[in-house]
């Protein structure tokens, strides 16, 4: 497996215009987490999918922020309007439900770059 | 409110010398701790995973222990190599609606000099 797929890796735009976050998460796992991650803050959950359904949204900063999983295998973070606080990395991580059992790890994708001017 | 906090900030090092890192939560309930690896412009990697009942546990020159009675982690790293500089976070997860939240630490970052 390619593991866990983000696009773009790199993303610079204007402040007022939409962004689009996408992922591809590890095939069989029903697990789907958007992480933000700055220097000031780390590391923080914005929102997260069991199955393709959102379960958790409480992290997500603003109505300017939604997400979607349409399907197993594709997810999208969307910012619209942008504004240069925004800049960040955004992670994907997906996991499996382990049967029987609680542990699960999460796997990471390697980040999406954003930068809003 | 569940909280990780971890020390030092940051950490330099020579190659070969042994570093310990340390972590401090109160998440509770408590499900699993884990440390992870974050290479520059990387995702974060899973080093280990300890449930409540786990003290040590350790993976090649990575060693975690756990004292759930005094909610303390810590990960301490045995002869050091130059990839190890890294950033390293310590999670610590909550069970919810079936699922495990995680809280993250802030990260230590290490920087290790030849």
């Known amino acids: 497996d390619a593991g866990v797929i983000q696009s773009p890796r790199h993303e610079v735009t204007e402040m007022g215009q939409e962004v689009t976050l996408r992922c591809k998460p590890i095939s069989g796992h029903d697990y789907l987490f958007w992480y933000r991650q700055t220097m000031m803050r780390g590391l923080e959950l914005l929102i997260y999918f069991n199955n393709n359904v959102p379960i958790d949204d409480s992290g997500m900063p603003e109505d300017r922020f939604s997400a979607k999983m349409p399907n197993a295998s594709f997810s999208t973070l969307k910012i619209q309007p942008s504004e240069p606080r925004d800049s960040a990395v955004y992670f994907c991580?997906?996991?499996?439900?382990?049967?029987?059992?609680?542990?699960?790890?999460?796997?990471f994708g390697p980040g999406t770059r954003l930068t809003v001017l | 409110k569940n909280q990780v906090e971890q020390s030092p900030q940051s950490l330099i090092i020579l190659e070969g010398k042994n570093c310990t890192l340390q972590c401090n939560y109160t998440v509770s309930p408590f499900s699993n701790l884990r440390w992870y690896k974050q290479d520059t412009g990387r995702g974060p990697v899973s080093l280990t995973i300890m449930t409540f009942s786990e003290n040590t546990k350790s993976n090649g020159r990575y060693t975690a222990t756990l004292d759930a009675d005094t909610k303390q982690s810590s990960l301490h790293i045995t002869a050091s190599q130059l990839s190890d500089s890294a950033s390293y976070i310590c999670?610590?997860?909550?069970?919810?609606?079936?699922?495990?939240?995680?809280?993250f630490g802030r990260g230590t970052s290490l920087i290790v000099h030849p």
């Open positions: 999670v610590v997860s909550a069970p919810s609606g079936g699922s495990y939240i995680p809280t």
């Open positions: 991580a997906s996991s499996a439900q382990l049967a029987g059992g609680p542990i699960n790890e999460q796997f």
